[in-house]
């Protein structure tokens, strides 16, 4: 799941649609789009807790990417995995 510029229920709608369906899934995003990321993560796993969700993985990295104006730039990168409790 790639967290762009929609509004975040959007993303947290999607990540449980695809959570009923396979074991994990994992929500990607970077560079501004962390911020939203991480709240699409906690939002499912504080509020969805009767359900059991967890945070099993997080990582981070960057990207080098060029810019528009020809430079190159690091961007920040998450992944997270959500997952059932077993």
């Known amino acids: ?17 695809q959570l009923a ?3 994990t899934v994992t929500i990607k995003a970077r560079g501004k789009r ?3 990321a991480v709240d699409v993560s906690q939002m499912i796993v504080k509020r ?3 359900v059991g969700y967890v945070v099993s993985d997080v990582r ?3 990207d080098s990417l060029t810019s528009q104006d020809g430079k190159q730039r690091n961007v920040s990168t998450i ?4 997952t059932i409790k077993k």
């Open 21 to 23: 369906a396979q074991p």
């Open 60 to 62: 981070i990295a960057s």
């Open 34 to 36: 962390i911020t939203q």
């Open 79 to 82: 992944e997270i995995d959500i």
């Open 1 to 17: 799941m790639f967290v762009g510029v929609k509004p975040i229920m959007t993303y947290v709608t999607a990540t449980l649609t």
């Open 48 to 50: 969805m807790d009767t």
